[in-house]
């Protein structure tokens, strides 16, 4: 089946009848497989069971079978033949019996009358016929004789009946064609072709050329095929996208800034594929598809007819069916995102050659510059370098003047911008003043719990318990709920928490990142819930386990009277046994973190309101900016409407 | 009259040719030249402060000229649409311009140089009306595709999209709280949105038409609601209570309503190249405007309170409408623009009209005017 590349067909060979080989459960179907869990068909012929998805039969259309042969019987015996029940399909069944052909699949395949658009548009009809063909496309393929064979037949079943349908006017060249060219983008999507099957439309040269959709040019026979195949010519490509091509912005960009949709009278799809998913995109997008509108002195040669509503109307539809691209437009949006940094090119989308109104008759002549080859169908311009030279052009015409403009008279917001952003630098400053003493906070602190280790080398024996035992009183446990004394009960109820903390995880997936903090947050990477803990390091109760005491060491908390005043002292206790100031490191270090944390949070919010200012003043004068919008002064006095002086 | 230098600053007022015209305003305008007396003593007192010198010039300009003329010119034309502009209106803050279009963007302009900010986008269909929230940091947009958005105008990004409607939402109200919105649609009802979750909360269905305009008066405790029925339904904003229906004798299609800033008048538009000025209360019609064109359009149509008195439309022949309020005489028109005006705005501080004008023009243009 080496004609079809991308369907993965199982292998032909062993079709049916080899059926029961001594296995446990029967295998069935040309893929040898027990499985009965999806759609299966059988022969008539040879009762073999076949998958569905495997010979491309879905259910739907097996509905409209009355007999159905399997492949290898209508090959050893071509009189077999697929009855259908469908009202039509008797009619193509009488066709076919005068036409001899072994493959009757053969015969639908080719027959592009009947049922061609049911090839393509996603929820329209059952097209059994077209779809068995497509699904056989292989075999018959893979044996060109019966090709060369039957052209006659084909022939005489295209004159016989070239069906009408509400797509199809039946009299039109394209409409009498009966094989996909295999160049255009709507072939290169074909699953024949080696395609995604994204798109799902006819072959280009197909599309009818009264009734389609976006009535697509077709290039009559007598026009003369350009120099390259049309493909590689064609801007919106690879088609999997639909045209909206990131690709093509890096090697086209036909028009820098201004690129007017092509095939000027449907720049609908553009629009309607690209709304409502990102405004990033839609800006860039806008840039190109509303440019031309109405801005007389941009004009091309050719005027652009406005969106036409009923066309817009229908294009709309068809914009569901794209949305499942969302992944790939996710990329876009990145890429986007990149390429709006550089502010010399501003890419535009292109426009999806999805259809072009014009004539099929005639192209018109490229709009490049100086340029007399024809365009491209779908596109103004013949190639890549014609437009990007237009738009080139148009820049230089236009910027300097807009730029001028802009700078005639003081921009407001600008200026309230500037000002901003002082009064945010200010802040900046004040808050790592902060963070600055925060520093020495912490810097203090710690040569304080230095110096309470250090007086652990002289230890201290007094062991007077300031305060009498009321061991009568109980109090609860705020974690546990147990009763506990009252003496013990700070030491137990940080035991007691710490204990239910640590079952809880507390993280955001994102690692701590900050230049020159010491020590904040924990940070240990969760494997499970794939975060790195948030909780100060100092305090973590998951993370960190307190260190053993050693029973020589020293409570060393400094001493206070009335609460606030340093009496200069250190509690001389054994810290196993200090029960008021259990853990005071541990607390006065979680102190400063938290403070500088705090000043961390204020700095980043303030970083996030300096890149909003700023990129508000980047884009209100941008490229983009300059060229779609325009403040025309009528008054060359008045370049501020305020009455009062400027505040 | 004051001087304007280069630099937009006002200049030194020429003040000694004032003087008599002071005492001449006092004994014609009665009582009025009370107030403006007051001012002008204000005035002398800081004479050097140019604050006080348009205060001074437009107040005294307003005795005398109680019966007169503005002198709207235009300053400013902001291009930038591709599709006709649907709407336009002035931040409360005055700072900004906001302008909704055909073309599914709404674009932000400093209301002061007209100078372009930014543009926002999401709708996927064409917006019809936009409104500003109190603190003008929010943008209520409604749009053909039946959601209504709202934006923080700050990050440009959308924060709701309030969806509901079965038909294309026409317009849309923030009440002065800024908590909730209503908007108007074509299928005929009226919708209570809150602004914090997003959820309708009451529909007013008593029309059997589209419901071209919808507003809060000014403590957000009444709703107004007009509709092509020809019907201008009050309603009371806490309870959904219609309270009010006022129907003229032959009932041409409400094209707009709008309460007066003082809340005891509704400015009604028909289709029928007529302004009214109701009196609700009594439920009849004060003041009657024509001379402009309206047969066809949605035109919006404001009061002009910041210097003279007056009524502000655009018009389907072109041109922007000022009438006096009181004497209902024409004033002004305002060329320039060469389609159907749809909507024009007035500044709330300054004297500024912004309009906007359907396809053929798609451009917003801004006048002043000294008084």
Known sequence: ?647 | MFVRNVAGTPGPPITIAKKPKYRAAWSRAGRLADQTWSFIAMATEESGDAKAEPALSSSTNRSQKASEKPDYALKFTLVGHTEAVSSVKFSPNGEWLASSSADKVIIIWGAYDGKYEKTLYGHNQEISDIDWSSDSSCLVSASDDKTLKIWDVRSGKCLKTLKGHSNYVFCCNFNPLSNLIISGSFDESVKIWEVKTGKCLKTLSAHSDPVSAVHFNCNGSLIVSGSYDGVCRIWDAASGQCLKALVDEDNPPVSFVKFSPNGKYILIGTLDNTLKLWDYSRGRCLKTYTGHKNEKYCIFANFSVTGGKWIVSGSEDNLVYIWNLQTKEIVQKLQGHTDVVISAACHPTENIIASAALGNDKTIKLWMSNY
């Open chain 1, 1 to 647: 089946m080496e004609g079809d590349g991308s369907d993965p067909e199982p292998p032909d060979a062993g079709e049916d009848s080899k059926s029961e080989n001594g296995e446990n459960a029967p295998i069935y179907c040309i893929c040898r497989k027990p499985d009965i869990n999806c759609f299966m068909i059988g022969c008539d012929n040879c009762n073999e069971w076949f998958h569905g998805d495997c010979i491309r039969i879905t259910e739907k259309m097996a509905k409209a079978i009355r007999e159905w042969y399997c492949r290898e019987c209508r090959e050893k015996d071509p009189k077999l033949e697929i009855r259908y029940r469908h009202k039509k399909s008797r009619e193509r069944d009488s066709n076919e019996r005068d036409g001899s052909e072994p493959r009757d699949e053969g015969g639908g395949r080719k027959r592009p009358a009947p049922d061609p658009d049911l090839q393509r548009r996603a929820g329209s009809g059952t097209g059994v016929g077209a779809m068995l063909a497509r699904g056989s496309a292989s075999p018959h393929k893979s044996s060109p004789q019966p090709l060369v064979a039957t052209p006659s037949q084909h022939h005489q079943q295209q004159q016989q009946q070239i069906k009408r349908s509400a797509r199809m006017c039946g009299e039109c060249e394209a409409c009498r064609r009966t094989e996909d060219c295999g160049h255009c983008d709507f072939c290169r999507d074909m699953k024949k072709f080696g395609g995604p099957n994204k798109i799902r439309q006819k072959c280009r040269l197909r599309q009818c050329q009264l009734r389609a959709r976006l009535s697509p040019v077709t290039p009559s026979e007598s026009l003369p095929r350009p120099r390259r195949p049309l493909p590689t010519q064609q801007q919106p490509q690879p088609s999997q996208k639909l045209g909206r091509i990131r690709e093509d912005e890096g090697s086209v960009a036909s028009s820098a800034v201004k690129e007017p949709p092509e095939a000027t009278a449907t720049p609908e799809p553009l629009s309607d594929e690209d709304l409502p998913l990102d405004p990033d995109l839609y800006q860039d997008f806008c840039a190109g598809a509303f440019d031309d509108h109405g801005l007389p002195w941009m004009s091309d040669t050719e005027e652009s007819p406005f969106l036409d509503p009923a066309l817009r109307k229908r294009a709309v539809k068809v914009k569901h069916v794209k949305r499942r691209e969302k992944k790939s437009e996710k990329k876009k949006e990145e890429r986007y995102k990149r390429h709006r940094q550089k502010q010399k090119h501003k890419d535009k989308w292109k426009h999806p050659e999805r259809a072009d109104v014009k004539d099929p008759a005639s192209l018109p002549q490229c709009l490049g510059p100086g340029c007399v080859r024809p365009a491209q169908p779908g596109s103004k311009y013949c190639s890549d370098d014609c437009g990007m030279k237009l738009a080139a052009n148009r820049i230089y015409e236009i910027l300097p003047q807009r730029i001028q403009q802009w700078q005639q008279s003081p921009c407001i917001a600008e200026e309230h911008g500037k000002k901003l952003l002082e009064r945010i630098r200010r802040e900046q400053q004040s808050a790592r003043t902060r963070l600055q003493e925060m520093e020495r906070r912490f810097h203090e602190l710690e040569s304080i719990i230095a110096r309470a280790k250090q007086q652990a080398v002289r230890e201290d024996e007094e062991s007077n318990e300031g305060d009498s035992d009321d061991t009568d009183l109980q109090i609860f446990c705020v974690s546990c709920g147990h009763p506990i004394n009252p003496r013990v009960a700070l030491r137990h109820m940080e035991r007691c928490y710490a204990k239910y903390e640590s079952q809880t995880s507390f993280g955001s997936m994102y690692p701590t990142r900050i230049e020159g903090a010491t020590r904040l947050f924990c940070d240990v990477y969760n494997p499970q819930s794939k975060t790195y803990c948030k909780r100060l390091q100092v305090l973590c109760p998951e993370h960190s386990r307190d260190p053993k005491v050693p029973a020589d060491e020293v409570c060393g908390c400094p001493l206070v009277r009335d609460v606030f005043e340093l009496t200069g002292d250190f509690c001389r206790l054994p810290k196993r046994q200090c029960n008021r100031h259990y853990c005071w490191e541990k607390l006065r270090r979680a102190e400063v973190d938290l403070e500088r944390v705090r000043v961390w949070y204020k700095l980043d919010e303030l970083f996030e309101q300096e890149r909003n200012v700023r990129t508000a003043m980047t884009n209100r004068a941008g490229l983009l900016a300059l060229m779609l919008h325009q403040t025309i002064q009528h008054d060359p006095l008045t370049t501020d409407l305020r009455s009062s002086a400027d505040r």
